[in-house]
């Protein structure tokens, strides 16, 4: 399948400071990447769709001023978290839709490993 | 609204035993749906997918999936657990290809030696 990276894996950082996530789509293209947030032991929650060359559509909750996704090209989605607080620690998945071979078929999406952020 | 539900959280089996992991979804028509694995530590990896056509989904690692449309359900199976596929699993669908995938919560297997 697709293969979808992010960079950096871990990252631990102090209260108050920005940390910036990239995903990027190594062999296709991605129109669209998604961004989540995964507690322990709990389910993917989307926090953002990311479209290239448009703004982000941010799920309901979801501070966009904190958490700024930028899509600059079409195999790189970023995230930041800014004055990132103990409360942000979490693991951040992305995820690229790979278009489909056919129209009349689905886009399939592929994730990335994670990040795992901890704020101190 | 439309919901992904797994409904055991944790399961054990013993390494060489077969193994089903349920899912069941709530939509008027067929979603698209989709088995994902998470290892400890990592991001998910597509296992199969279904969207139409032969009900019975093979797909990698000695995974398959059958879709019951009678059922709304669209369970994971293997014939013989290995060690190594300890891990979470996560079904998901999807309504239409512009739509967002929607997770269920996920089942946690455990394998025996």
């Known amino acids: 399948g697709a293969v979808v990276s992010q960079h950096p894996s871990r990252v631990i950082c102090k209260s108050g400071t920005s940390v910036k996530i990239e995903c990027r789509s190594l062999?296709?293209?991605?129109?669209?990447m998604f961004w989540y947030r995964q507690f322990p032991k709990k389910s993917l929650m989307l926090m953002a769709t990311?479209?290239?060359?448009?703004?982000?559509?941010?799920e309901q909750g979801v501070e966009k001023d904190k958490f700024l996704i930028n899509h600059a090209s079409l195999t790189l989605s970023t995230l930041t978290v800014t004055s990132a607080h103990p409360e942000d620690s979490s693991f951040y998945i992305c995820?690229?839709?790979?278009?489909?071979?056919?129209?009349?078929?689905?886009?399939?999406?592929?994730f990335g490993p994670g990040t795992r952020l901890t704020v101190l | 609204a439309q919901s992904v539900t797994q409904p055991d959280i944790h399961i054990t089996v013993s390494e060489g035993a077969s193994l089903e992991l349920r899912c069941n979804y709530s939509?008027?028509?067929?979603?698209?749906l989709f088995w994902y694995v998470q290892s400890p530590g990592q991001g998910l990896q597509l296992l199969l997918k279904?969207?139409?056509?032969?009900?019975l989904v093979q797909g990698i690692k000695g995974f398959e999936a059958e879709f019951k449309r009678s059922q709304s359900s669209f369970n994971l199976r293997k014939p013989s657990v290995h060690w190594s596929d300890a891990a979470e699993y996560f079904c998901?669908?999807?309504?239409?290809?512009?739509?967002?995938?929607?997770f269920g919560p996920g089942t946690s297997l455990s394998v025996i030696p």
């Open positions: 995820s690229a839709r790979e278009p489909a071979p056919h129209s009349t078929l689905p886009d399939t999406q592929y």
């Open positions: 062999d296709f293209q991605a129109t669209t």
């Open positions: 990311s479209n290239e060359g448009s703004k982000a559509t941010y």
């Open positions: 939509y008027g028509a067929t979603p698209y």
């Open positions: 279904y969207f139409s056509g032969d009900t």
């Open positions: 998901a669908v999807l309504k239409t290809s512009y739509d967002k995938v929607i």
